[in-house]
């Protein structure tokens, strides 16, 4: 029979001879996740219930990731796509939501949604008409220009305005593993909504000086949101654009790594696929899947899904 982990949803094969001795008592038994390292109870007898295919506890809510950071060209789009495609290759249920008015998401996968996140947050049209299925296990809502105009909207809110996405997003909590939200340079009022929205973030940091000093600006920033919502939290910091031919990267990555030894990530390696996949409409894995960078992906998956045998 089949155990599945509320935190991040491994399964775990449990022998029935080993639960039968509870069966009818009503009692919990306390199950620690392989993965994960996550305790959760198991009630028994809702195992029996399901014939050992249980489904994932009412509970269970997506982990939602905003991958964020005020500077632009530091790889946010390119992380946010690859991951979620990643995490989908690796058979969790992911929605792909771009709040960027460059709406660069759709291309990179090569779709063109006819509605997106502008429809939802105005309730033109329901969360199902405004989700695009782009692969197997990955739903996208996509951006676009008409966001513009959903920021004024949500501007001139007098009361709870930076609730708005959390508010639209709700109904979606429950149907998927990972929420993961892709977000433009910058800082204005629909950032602000991811920021109370999300639990995890993610931040792509080229190693550049610049975006080095865009990382400190934004944790600024993060901190006045964190005064209001304890549940945000920075849990990923990705360097991105390493060049191992030159020295500049890889030393600005060690001082990464001892400024945040806790939340720094592999690094992604610069590969001139990682540029071209969009062209194409493809992801890392399908465009070039034994390049350096599919192999920094799967590295980031399995980091992010704490599921070390994810895409080996």
């Known amino acids: 029979m089949i155990i599945i982990c509320p935190k991040c949803s491994r399964k775990h094969n449990v022998s029935p001879d ?12 306390t ?27 009412k509970a269970f809510k ?10 632009g060209g530091v ?20 929605l792909l939501v771009d709040t960027d008015t460059q709406g660069q998401s759709a291309y990179m996968l090569g779709r063109k949604p006819v509605a997106g996140l502008t429809e939802l947050l105005t309730q033109e049209l329901t969360p199902a008409e405004c989700i695009l299925e ?3 296990n990955l739903w ?4 676009g220009k008409s966001l513009a105009g959903v920021k004024r909207i949500i501007d001139r809110k007098s009361f ?53 000093h865009g990382l400190a600006e934004f944790l600024k920033s993060l901190g006045s949101i964190q005064k209001y919502r304890k549940e945000i939290v920075l849990k990923y910091i990705v360097p991105t654009f390493l060049d191992t031919r030159i020295k500049g990267p890889q030393s600005l990555y060690a001082q990464l790594k001892k400024l945040y030894p806790d ?44 599921n070390d045998n994810a895409l080996v």
């Open 18 to 29: 080993a639960v039968k001795p509870y069966i009818g008592t009503g009692k919990k038994l």
């Open 31 to 57: 199950a620690t996740c392989k993965s994960c390292r996550h305790r959760f109870p198991v009630l028994v007898d809702a195992l029996f219930a399901h014939k050992g295919e249980p489904e994932p506890p």
């Open 62 to 71: 997506a982990r939602k990731i905003c991958v964020t950071l005020s500077k």
């Open 75 to 94: 790889g946010k789009t390119t992380t946010a796509v690859n991951l979620g495609s990643g995490l989908a290759l690796a058979g969790y249920k992911v």
């Open 134 to 136: 782009a692969r197997k």
């Open 140 to 143: 996208l809502l996509g951006g």
């Open 160 to 212: 709870g305005a930076e609730w708005t996405l959390s508010e639209a997003l709700a109904p979606l909590d429950r149907q998927f593993d990972f929420i993961i939200m892709d977000t433009s340079p910058g800082w204005d009022q629909l950032i602000v909504n991811v920021l109370f929205y999300a639990q995890e973030v993610l931040v792509p940091v080229a190693l550049e000086v610049m975006p080095l």
């Open 263 to 306: 939340t720094i990530c592999a690094p992604i390696r610069y590969n001139e696929s990682l540029t071209e996949a969009p062209s194409f409409g493809k992801t890392i894995f399908e465009f070039a899947p034994g390049s350096t960078a599919s192999a920094d992906y799967r590295k980031l998956v399995r980091t992010v899904s704490l």
